[in-house]
């Protein structure tokens, strides 16, 4: 990649390293000066590609060679040492030098990288809303006409078109949701916000998604109000939920809780399922990670999640995932810290 400079660094290189060589061989400065060839290198790593850093480093060693056969008799042991010492320390610099740029440009290019995904994620997820918002709506209605009801084929087929028309608006929403998270746009919105109604929506809004599925709510009494945003939280929890459906089968049931335990909100998610192992809950929160056990079995990407624990950490909250091992399913639990609220609008932690 070419690099824009103007002419003063190379005049400034040259001039330098004949500065170094004239004191070098006229002086008898020991290492002091031939070690300064180390800034003529870093100097050139600014306006060099890789190659031509390369040759300016030669160049500066082979004037180290060459000042030490001009140096006088007298000095010359000492010269061979400093030579040395002087030879090794520019190979040295030159190499991390390289090595640093190497990598500068690799985290630049991976940054460039991940925004254009990001951005034709966005592009590509918002493009294909409103065609899906169709798809659905005229799913759920053919879904429930007569018709249709009466004909079990008809009512088969117009309920899986529903469904992964659902699934798919689901996997758009992921990708939306990941964009804004990796492109720094995620501004948590906290209020103060009685649990039950998040807890009510995220629950309601996936037993539309999972109709045969049971889902048990016990909430305990008088849960206090928790200051969190209650968009991303809800979304969070219902992509918890929608989790437990996912990995576990319709006979099981799924258990949402909530109460007060050592003076924080503790939300769970306990489901039936296929469990964790001691790698997947050590990782169940890192971007596109999936067991290897579900890949071609499970759809999914890999983002719910991690998407989920951002959301949850974004309202001062934590997740936690807790399994006796594969096959013996799977609590995830998310906390807040409860606070109380002052008449000046501020959050006052209270003691546990």
């Given amino acids: 990649m070419p690099r ?6 190379p005049i400034l290189t040259v001039v330098l390293a004949a500065g170094i060589f004239a004191a070098d061989t006229l002086t008898n400065l020991d290492i002091a000066v031939p070690v300064l060839y180390v800034a003529v290198v ?3 790593v600014r306006f060099c590609e890789k190659r031509g850093v390369i040759a300016i480093a030669a160049g500066c060693m082979a004037l180290t060679v060459l000042s030490y056969f001009l140096t006088p008799g007298e000095f010359r042991q000492t010269g061979l040492i400093n030579t040395a010492i002087s030879l090794l320390a520019v190979g040295l610099t030159t190499f991390l030098a390289l090595r640093i740029e190497s990598a500068k440009f690799t985290a630049k290019t991976l940054m460039e990288a991940d925004q254009l995904r990001d951005a034709l994620i966005g592009s590509v997820s918002h493009e294909l809303r409103t065609p899906l918002a169709s798809i659905m709506g005229g799913a759920s209605i053919l879904a429930d006409m007569p018709a249709v009801v009466k004909d079990p084929r008809l009512s088969t087929l117009s309920k899986g078109i529903r469904d992964e028309a659902m699934r798919l608006n689901s996997d758009i929403q992921n990708l939306l949701d990941a964009a804004l998270i990796t492109s720094q746009g995620l501004h948590s919105r906290r209020d103060w916000t009685d649990p039950t109604d998040v807890i009510d929506a995220a629950v309601d809004r996936i037993g539309l998604r999972y109709p045969d599925r049971r889902i048990d709510l016990t909430l305990g009494s008088n849960l206090p109000l928790v200051l969190i945003d209650p968009v991303l939280v809800e979304q969070a929890l219902s992509q918890i939920i929608a989790n437990a459906a996912k990995f576990s089968q319709p ?6 809780t909530a109460g007060v335990e050592n003076g924080q909100l503790l939300i769970s998610v306990r489901d039936e399922g296929v469990g964790l ?16 056990r579900h890949v071609g079995k499970i759809s999914g990407s890999g983002l719910g999640l991690w998407i989920a624990n951002t959301f949850i950490m974004s309202s001062g909250g934590r997740l936690d995932a807790l399994s006796s091992g594969e096959e013996q399913g799977t ?3 998310i906390v807040f810290p409860i606070s109380s609220y002052t008449g000046d609008g501020e959050a006052v932690m209270q003691d546990g």
Wanted: aromatic letters at 8%; zero cysteines; a positive charge.
């Fill in 42 to 44: 870093l100097v050139s």
């Fill in 277 to 292: 192992s001691t790698e997947e809950k050590r990782r169940f929160s890192e971007r596109f990670f999936r067991g290897k």
């Fill in 4 to 9: 824009k400079t103007s002419i003063v660094l």
């Fill in 251 to 256: 006979p099981s049931k799924i258990q949402v």
């Fill in 331 to 333: 609590t995830i639990r």
